[in-house]
């Protein structure tokens, strides 16, 4: 569906519900990640973009102190009052809304007086690891700012959305796809700097698109991986830190390649291969950045197979699809480069193509992917587009 029919949807749906159109939508995009994993809670670098799919969330003040909040595609309702805003166990989908509802108001929402009905709808596909979650959170920050007047800035809002995966959905994501979805730009690229919270938008240029290739891999990052990666690398940190006297090391960012090489002796075999994955990430940002802007497309991509390698080899965040997806793509000269995107685990791969030979690499990689699994993955093009905004 295109968004325009998901807006139309989703309005139709709250009018036959409430008898009234939105007092306000937002809207707000999901996120392709390419190249930087899981760099941002280690204070690094990530190259992101924002997606031309993406969820609306419409909604309306109520009269008194109750709220009610419809997932529209299955038009389940929870409804709960202003006094006992907390994570719910059943119908966990409703803790994204309600875990930023809760932060807007630094955790009382009974301060909001008056309650809400709202209702969303979204086009992103779900365990693609394209942050169907971040944008849920990210357009209910927007309308309900709108709704009860608040004026908070684009970063301040991402990280509303973190808190409430951190505390209400249980998943100790860092800050990227919240702030790609807000800071996303029409054919640019989200250069972060998750140390100081910097965004910049990078032009893509001419003749190059993505290519999102979703595995039938499952993708859960609240079951344990994505937390003990985490840990390792924070173990990591502290260890350098005890080590590299007379240097400040309080995350990976501020550990070298170099230093690794010399001291991965000192740490648990499993820890310094974590570590290693984040530090060759932050140093592949930077060298993307530099080669984006001669508009070396190949030496960009190289990169991107670089960072699958290490995914699979140190970070161990890949699985046998999103391998067979990234090898496949290799041998296609259309494509520059592959890599998975995103917490991994399953999920999507995340390609640089031609997009003139769309058609032909779709072809070729799920040829490819089929004769292994019996079934097809998805191959869509993505048009890196607007970050989340009012409608
Ligand atoms: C998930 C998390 C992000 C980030 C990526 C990996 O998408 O939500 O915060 O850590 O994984 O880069």
């Known amino acids: 569906m295109q968004n325009k029919e998901v807006y139309d ?15 306000v939508v937002a809207y ?38 109750d709220c009610e909040l419809t997932a529209a595609d299955l038009m389940e309702t929870a409804a709960f009052d202003l006094s006992s805003v907390k994570p719910a166990k059943e119908m966990t989908w409703q803790n994204y809304v309600t875990g930023t509802f809760n932060w807007l108001f630094d955790g009382e929402p009974a ?8 209702m969303f709808l979204g086009n992103i596909p779900l365990g693609a690891g394209l942050s169907s979650s971040a944008a849920l959170e990210m ?6 700012c709108k709704l009860y007047g608040i004026e908070k800035d684009k970063t301040t809002l991402a990280k509303i959305g973190q808190k409430a995966e951190h505390t209400f959905a249980g998943c100790p994501c860092g800050l990227l796809d919240q702030a790609s979805s807000m800071y996303g730009k029409e054919g640019s690229l989200v250069k972060s700097d998750f140390r100081f919270n910097t965004f910049e938008n990078v032009d893509m240029g001419e003749g190059v698109a993505f290519m999102m290739v979703k595995s039938n891999a499952k993708h859960a990052l609240v079951d344990g991986a994505y937390a003990s990666r985490r840990q390792a690398c ?9 080590v590299l006297r007379g240097k400040k090391v309080t995350h990976l960012r501020d550990v070298t390649m170099a230093e690794w090489v010399l001291y991965r002796g000192g740490l648990a075999e499993t820890t310094a ?25 190949a030496g ?19 699985c046998d699809e999103l391998d067979t997806i990234v090898d496949a793509a290799k041998a296609i000269p259309e494509v520059y480069g592959a890599r998975l995107s995103g917490g991994g685990f ?26 292994k699994y019996g079934d097809e993955p998805v191959c869509s093009l993505i048009k890196p587009s607007e970050g989340a905004h009012l409608v």
């Not at 899981?38 to 909604?59: C, L, M, P, Q, R």
């Open 234 to 242: 924070e173990d990591a940190a502290k260890f350098f830190a005890g």
């Open 111 to 118: 301060k909001a007086g008056k309650g809400w009905k709202g």
């Open 300 to 318: 960009f991509g190289a990169l991107m197979y670089d960072s699958h390698e290490s995914s699979r080899n140190w970070f161990e965040n890949s």
């Open 139 to 144: 357009c209910t920050a927007l309308a309900l």
């Open 9 to 23: 949807e989703l309005v139709a749906k709250f009018e036959a519900k409430y008898g009234a159109k939105p007092e």
């Open 28 to 65: 707000a995009p999901g996120r392709i990640e390419v190249l930087g994993n899981h760099t941002d809670y280690n204070e690094g670098y990530v190259f992101s973009a924002a997606i031309d799919k993406g969820t609306f969330f419409a909604a309306s003040k109520s009269a008194g102190t």
């Open 273 to 297: 291969k974590r570590a290693v994955h984040p530090i060759g990430e932050d140093e592949r940002v930077l060298q993307g950045a530099e080669l984006l802007s001669k508009g070396d497309l």
């Open 346 to 371: 399953g999920g999507s791969c995340c390609l640089l193509v031609d997009p003139s030979a769309a058609g032909k690499i779709a072809a070729a990689i799920t040829k490819e992917y089929k004769a």
